[in-house]
């Protein structure tokens, strides 16, 4: 199994795009990217521009490649609504638009499946569901909190085994923080994770310290308790540019069991560039 992420935001942009490659299937996770609009009471910076449309170039062409791509939740950094020609002649996967679902991703759902009207092979509702494709099997979770709470509403998590090896997509648990969030992963028993790691850089704001702490304890579990050889936090946990230190102890557990917690960029071979956490340092460059 080949896993290759596309666009993160350890890469510059809002993203979880995530392209996985297996004996039968090439599936593309989460189609999406976007920036972040104001950090720092200042817009995105130009570079931050420039790099969501190479970012969304590279998700397009591994679009094209696909067999299946997989819309976790309906939120636009995750999918394109305006680019249906995306799922042209594609199996997709999505999230239920009716169900665990808050009133702004239910709008946006009807909205994009209207407009894939006639265009993908099929669309199928993941949220608790299993399928088979020869050799591999896709396996989603029933519906989890976008973070800590249903305010923001629900998304599904996607397991994908084939060849003895297990992948994980986590999609904006945001932590995790809750239990159900965690117990798919332990259930799945994954060998590598890639995870939207805590939402530190709203911490004591709209993100509790009761929440990080659980959010540790979570993720030394998916240590500790599965065969996950390398776990990838990235997404809201990369908006922090403290955010080595703000999980310390992931760090010190990963490296006692011999495995490796790292960025999205950094399994991709790529240098880190937190873009949006960079803002306001970019903007004083280029002044």
Known sequence: ????????DSFGARSMATFVETDDLRILIDPGVALGPIRYKLPPHPLEILRESGLWQD??????????????HYHYDH????????????????????????????????????????????????????????????????????????????????????????????????????PEQIQFVIDEQPDVVVLDGPMTYMLG????????????????RIIAETPAHTIIPDHHFMRDLKYRERIAPVYEAADDAGKKVITAAEYAGREIEALEARRKELYAISR
Do not use: W
């Not at 704001?205 to 993720?219: A, P, T, V």
């Open 79 to 178: 999918y394109n609504p305006e680019e249906p020609l995306l799922y042209n002649n594609k199996i997709l996967y999505t999230k239920h638009p009716e169900e665990n679902i808050n009133k702004s991703q239910s709008k946006r759902a009807s909205y994009f499946l209207k407009k894939l009207e006639g265009i993908p092979k099929s669309i199928k509702i993941s949220d608790n569901n299993e399928f088979r494709h020869g050799a591999t099997r896709i396996r989603f979770s029933m519906p989890v909190c976008h973070g800590t709470n249903p305010r923001l509403g629900y998304v599904v998590q996607t397991a994908i085994e084939c060849g003895g090896e297990k992948f994980i997509h986590t999609s904006d648990v945001e932590g995790p923080s809750m």
């Open 205 to 220: 704001f709209r993100y509790s310290k009761k929440s990080l702490d659980l959010s540790i304890e979570n993720m030394i």
């Open 1 to 8: 199994m080949e896993i290759t992420p596309l666009a993160f």
């Open 59 to 72: 998700i397009k062409t591994h679009a094209a490649d696909a067999d299946i791509l997989i819309v976790s």
